[in-house]
Nanobody, 124 residues
Framework: QVQLQESGPGLVKPSQTLSLSCSVS??????????WSWIRQPPGKGLEWMGF???????QYSPSFKSRTSVYRDTSKNQFSLQLNSVTPEDTAVYYC????????????????WGEGTLVTVSS
């Protein structure tokens, strides 16, 4: 059973960079046909998919975040991470890491493993 755990600061100042990591256990970030995603949920709003890194280290980002987001991995730590630059209070959200498997037609958008989520508040 794959387990995911987010870690990182709970408070970030405006204009700074938000950095979160997701530790993976019970599986590997290099497992064939899997993608490793970041998703967030601002207060009172729905889930927002931000981007993923896949087993071949390819990345894909939502157009809403592409200009200021980076997802990367550290295979030695079996982790993948998120960087979100130039944050504003509107980036306050619960951030989730999640994973899914490619289907025969490619990316499915379905996540079968989720972390518990971590609240990040952007405030001075």
């Amino acid at each position: 059973q794959v387990q995911l755990q987010e870690s990182g600061p709970g408070l970030v100042k405006p204009s700074q960079t938000l950095s979160l990591s997701c530790s993976v256990s019970g599986g590997s970030v290099t497992t064939n046909w899997r993608y490793w995603s970041w998703i967030r949920q601002p207060p009172g709003k729905g889930l927002e998919w931000m981007g993923f890194i896949d087993y071949r280290e390819n990345t894909q980002y939502s157009p809403s975040f592409k200009s200021r987001t980076s997802v990367y991995r550290d295979t030695s730590k079996n982790q993948f991470s998120l960087q979100l630059n130039s944050v504003t209070p509107e980036d306050t959200a619960v951030y989730y890491c999640a994973s899914g498997a490619f289907g025969t037609d490619g990316y499915t958008g379905i996540m079968d493993y989720w972390g518990e989520g971590t609240l990040v508040t952007v405030s001075s």
